[in-house]
Nanobody, 126 residues
Framework: QVQLVESGGGLVQAGGSVRLSCAAS????????MAWFRRAPGLEREFVAA????????DYADSVKGRSTISRDNAKNTVYLQMNSLKPEDTAVYYC???????????????????WGQGTQVTVSS
């Protein structure tokens, strides 16, 4: 089992930035691909960003590409999502997820991810 706990959400003005953190415990964090998904009110959960277990592959949703960065610190068992130039449409609950171990492909499909956090709310005001 991998336990995931997100933090860093809150109320942010449009154009501002937020840094989300996801702390992992349980199995060896460095063996797992990590991803962020989000669910806006009334919508399905959607992919935001992912980073491979070895940090050699990354993927971003088009909606956040160029203004978001996913990173991981294996020594701290933590994955981060830095989001800049926030828009009201970024308002959502953000979830951290883990998939693995030692995947050959980095997935953007939420159904591939086995472990999930409880989510952290990000609200962007206009």
């Amino acid at each position: 089992q991998v336990q995931l706990v997100e933090s860093g959400g809150g109320l942010v003005q449009a154009g501002g930035s937020v840094r989300l953190s996801c702390a992992a415990s349980g199995r060896t964090f460095s063996y797992y691909d990590m991803a962020w998904f989000r669910r806006a009110p009334g919508l399905e959960r959607e992919f935001v960003a992912a980073i491979a277990w070895n940090s050699r592959r990354f993927d971003y949703a088009d909606s956040v590409k160029g203004r978001s960065t996913i990173s991981r610190d294996n020594a701290k068992n933590t994955v981060y999502l830095q989001m800049n130039s926030l828009k009201p449409e970024d308002t959502a609950v953000y979830y951290c997820a883990a998939d693995g171990p030692f995947n050959n492909m980095l997935s953007t499909n939420l159904h591939e991810y086995d472990y999930w956090g409880q989510g952290t709310q990000v609200t962007v005001s206009s």
